[in-house]
């Protein structure tokens, strides 16, 4: 396993592989490697000739007053992990390198960065925009994986590496969670027992929610605010950021259940930001849906 | 020669020329192709296997109230020029094809594109820069060509490439002139014959400025004032956006002149927007320094 720093280095050295042919995968991470992470680099391994995992404290991501200084840091231990994995390269370049003194340039995706987390951490999503810009140019990946758990984050590299004209498949990974449906997260690390007791709030709530729109329970007013109660009644829970229905494709809040719908939340419990999701598509519930042709018949 | 529209097939054309270990060299040009073009195809042939040149009129790099619908537009004149070249693609693109219906994504380089022309024309950078982006992941160019004319566009692109570690020289070409000294520039097909002639001025007044500068006049409001007085004395001229001196790294006005200087003047003959500039080295012109070793010393 080769360990890279300098982004120059790790660009030529993916050139060397895509000249001889091979293809490469990228899991881009911010380190403190857990499960999730580790699933994403497995289906690296299985697609592609070579594994590039990298590990980079993307400062630009973070607002003022959040977590960047004590953002769970374990190079020794996510080395290790990614040495068992055989993972063939590690990426991990100094913050000055990746942002040198003189740096102007950003990548914004509008509407869908807006929304959601967008609202509640401005400037989060054009952070890491333009890290992921920043590291597909550096690796220059066949295959970029991403986690579902990041879901608005997801959808936001699928726009960009679309409207960019990056050439690189983007690939969204299940989220893996603990026993208890805890969504696997490097944050968790900063739960206390009794929080990490209470943050399995946010997978019944959304397992809930999800269960009764699949038994026919439609009413979008209802299920939000059944995942609403359910989060607000937790006393470990200090603030709901949201907790609704959404569209998983432009990031609104529906109106109406239709189609699939994405179940989100992002909430605190004590100063820990937690954020899950669960994905019910169409296929998952039955409604009956007017017959539009047959009505349009009988108007003519 | 090869005529392509489709980005996914450019950009699969250049995938099979990089893999066969060629080098590929892309001009970007918005059409209406003049000696100024050519002067660039002619460096890109020189130095690379493979040269492409893209014509696109790009539509977000152009204000509401500007000259997108007017724009000239000369496709069998451009290919007739390019195939006596002996250019090896033109890459044509549809609007539709560069930005989709669902289009998100925009890339800002700051501060650098604020000023001068950014100030006139906002939103032009943010267009141009986009753009770049994109025809530079399509064509996957080794080396990329621009004229100096364009001077802070072409400061904004090498910003861009360098914080987003694209994986691309670029390359300026210098400025190429009618014998009288306009800057070649597609709008010059706006003027008529009146304003033809009177366009000279900017030459002249760029001239005068930079040969006063090396016979050692380095009093930047006394270059100033007479480059704006040269300019304004010209009945043509309907207004003039900017003429000074400036710095060429960050695109500061100067209070003082000292090191590279980059004279630049942008100004409307009628409807019809014209730039150009002239870059003088601190090597041109000798200034007495203080010499401040001495100086300290004597503090001393």
Known sequence: MEIISIPKIMQETSKEYLVDGKTIGLVPTMGALHEGHLSLVGRAKQENDITVVSIFVNPIQFGAS????????????DTEKLRREKVDIIFMP?????YPEVFLTY??????????????????FRGVATVVTKLLNIVKPTRAYFGQKDFQQSIIIKQLVK???????????????????????????????????????????????????????????YIKGLM??????????????YAGVYDPETMNELSEIKGDVLLTVALRIGDTRLI?????????????????????????
Request: proline share 4%; glycine share 4%.
């Open 228 to 241: 609403q109660d359910r989060l607000l009644k937790e006393p470990a829970v200090s603030s709901v950021d």
């Open 66 to 77: 959040e977590d960047l200084e004590r953002y769970p840091r374990d190079i020794e231990g």
């Open 163 to 221: 409207d960019l004209n990056m050439d690189v498949d983007v690939v969204v990974c299940p989220t893996v969670r603990e026993q208890d449906g805890l969504a696997m997260s490097s944050r968790n690390a900063y739960l206390d027992r009794a929080q990490r007791e209470a943050a399995t709030v946010i997978y019944r709530c959304l397992k809930e929610a999800s269960d009764l729109i699949k038994s026919g329970v439609i009413d979008r007013t």
């Open 276 to 300: 899950d999701n669960m994905l019910v598509t169409s296929s998952d519930y039955q409604i009956q849906q007017p017959n539009f042709k047959s009505l349009k018949e009988r108007a003519i």
């Open 107 to 124: 990548v914004e995706v509008e509407k869908i960065s807006e929304r959601l987390c967008g609202a509640f951490r401005p400037g989060h």
């Open 94 to 98: 100094e913050i000055s390198s990746m």
